[in-house]
């Protein structure tokens, strides 16, 4: 069998050239979420069903296509419906989560918990680019190895399949941690740094990262940004940040910010689009829109002018040297 690094598999080089702009930009919209999701449609959530759901999901989809590389979807609502319906471009990538809403086990020991009757496989079949783990961890929990296993082993079975792997890492309180403390809040700026470079060593493609700080003050910008690099400096993987929900304005620092820092770009969802989301009257829906695109456009351009491209590329004679003559004939055996 032909064993080749995972830079070098030509099944993954295609896949992240497929979720990433012409230039070598990660400027993708998240769109995988949930019952979260669900409660921006009505004003009486109860009220809201999975057609309403997925016509909502298709509709962003088809008019924020122009101005992103890639969508993160989910297979519940928008996976099946965004290519069916054609609101997604061929010339678009695409990203797809493989876990489940919410998690196993007590808060303080969140196990990742993922999707019944969905799967790696199953993304591949149906063209899915690239697969994305949501990765709750704090290594010193009671869960923490099992959690480390999980990532061993989807990376494995993700590189089984030339499928690049996506991880989220996320940082949550333990029991007796006060989350709204200074102390808690330093605590997780270097959690969300050793947890980045902790996932790197797993095999893993591309890093989702939470932002280590605050952008509220001078003060915090430049703390942010330290910690930024010193995330950058310890990992060998392409990242973009995540954009947890926050106001437009904070989050477009926050990719000025990280880009500086060796981001390769982003990876948001309600930032963008809630407005677009939660408003139900027609005319002004279609302006939230336009503005929802106009936020994207400016996030790509924030990007170009700061962020790291990421095209990794041979020289012929290391390309021959890399794949010989045949080499595909032992090639995922």
């Known amino acids: 069998m032909v064993s080749l690094p995972a830079a070098r598999d030509p099944g993954k080089i295609r896949s992240l050239q497929r979720v990433t702009s012409a230039d070598g930009f ?16 009505a004003p009486d959530p109860d009220k809201v069903d999975y057609a309403m759901t997925v016509a909502a999901k298709i509709e962003l989809v088809r008019a924020l296509s122009p101005e992103v ?19 997604l471009p061929g010339s678009v990538g695409l990203m797809a989560s493989i876990e489940d809403e919410g998690y196993n086990g007590a808060a303080a020991a969140r196990e990742t918990r993922f999707r019944a009757g969905w799967g790696t496989r199953k993304m591949k079949a149906m063209g899915v680019d690239t ?24 990376a494995a079975e993700c ?51 939470e932002f280590p700080g605050d952008v509220g003050t001078e003060e915090g910008r430049a703390a942010a940004l330290d910690a930024c690099r010193r ?15 926050v106001g437009y304005a904070d ?18 969802g309600r930032s963008i689009w809630r407005d677009a989301a939660s408003t139900h009257d027609p005319a002004k829906k279609a302006a939230a829109q336009k503005d929802a695109a106009g936020r994207l456009a400016e996030l790509a351009s924030i990007t170009r002018k700061h962020g790291r491209p990421y095209v990794p590329a041979l ?11 045949f080499w595909y004939a032992g090639w995922q055996n």
């Not at 990660?26 to 449609?41: G, K, P, T, V, W």
């Not at 605590?187 to 790197?200: C, D, L, P, Q």
């Not at 020289?315 to 003559?325: G, S």
Request: hydrophobic fraction near 50%.
């Open 131 to 154: 697969c994305k783990l949501l990765w709750f961890y704090r290594p010193e929990s009671a869960v923490a190895e099992h959690q480390r296993q999980v990532v061993r082993d989807l």
């Open 26 to 41: 990660f400027l993708i919209c998240a769109l995988d979420h949930l019952s979260d999701f669900q409660e921006l449609l």
């Open 251 to 268: 989050f477009r620092t926050q990719v000025e910010i990280a880009c500086k820092a060796g981001a390769s770009g982003f990876l948001a």
């Open 69 to 87: 590389s890639a969508f993160l979807l989910d297979p519940r609502y928008g996976l099946a419906p965004a290519l069916a319906s054609r609101a």
């Open 231 to 245: 995330l950058d400096g310890g990992i060998s993987v392409p990242w973009v940040i995540l954009s947890a929900g």
């Open 315 to 325: 020289e012929p004679a290391a390309v021959a040297q890399t794949y010989p003559e």
């Open 159 to 209: 590189a089984s399949l030339s499928l690049p792997l996506v991880v989220e890492p996320i940082w949550y309180p333990l029991p007796g941690e006060d989350a709204s403390s200074a102390a808690w809040k330093a605590k997780r700026i270097e959690g969300i740094v050793a947890s980045a470079h902790e996932a790197n060593g797993y095999g893993v493609d591309m890093l989702k990262v």
